[in-house]
């Protein structure tokens, strides 16, 4: 073996299980071992009620829950030089 690292391939496939859905409203639970983010979508139920369905959960460790952030604030950072401030309920600026 040469000093040089291995190079791993990495095959990114898609499951037959896999989903899309959309999500505008979402709920975190966290305990020692881990984070619980529930996916939700409110709707306007016929009789005006607001109804929130539960779409999906995702479990994942702390350390990935933190990785995540990292990563979304990083792209949350380049929609916004891109695209301009993202508008948070009430005209703020978040």
């Known amino acids: 073996m040469s000093d040089e690292k291995k190079k791993i391939q990495v095959e990114h496939v898609q499951s037959e299980k896999f989903q899309s859905i959309y999500t505008n409203n979402a709920n975190v639970q966290i305990s020692y071992f881990d984070f619980r983010i529930d996916f ?31 990563v979304l604030a990083q792209h949350v950072d380049q ?16």
């Open 79 to 94: 929609y916004e030089e891109q695209f301009g401030a993202i508008r948070m309920p009430g005209g703020t600026a978040h």
């Open 40 to 70: 939700r979508q409110m709707l306007t139920g016929t009789d005006g009620r607001m109804i929130v369905e539960r779409q999906a959960s995702v479990v994942m460790s702390p350390q990935h829950a933190k990785a995540l952030l990292g």
